[in-house]
């Protein structure tokens, strides 16, 4: 009898990023802020196109500290770059 495996699909994709920062954000993200959000941010797609939990976090947090319209992604940017480097 023949076994297969069966590849479990994990990775998050594009679109399903998009939906879940909007539901941090409160409204609509449009693809092209969300693709200038993942140019500034240190994550990116894995050999699949797809992103992980950890990806979509970070973005969700992102989304959240924008809400505060004093906050930039500079910012957002910078502070995890200190937390990073504080936790290793």
Not at 21 to 34: G, N, W
Not at 47 to 68: H, K, P, S, T, Y
Request: charged share 25%; hydrophobic share 40%.
């Amino acid at each position: 009898m023949a076994m297969h495996t069966v590849q479990t699909i994990t990775g998050i994709t594009f679109e399903q990023l998009r939906t879940q920062a909007e539901k941090v954000r409160m409204r609509r993200l449009p693809d092209r802020t969300l693709r200038h959000w993942l140019q500034q941010l240190p994550i990116s797609r894995d050999a699949d196109g797809m992103f992980d939990q950890e990806d979509v976090q970070i973005v969700c947090d992102l989304a959240r500290w924008l809400r505060n319209p004093n906050n930039t992604i500079d910012q957002f940017v910078t502070q995890l770059i200190q937390e990073y480097s504080n936790a290793n």
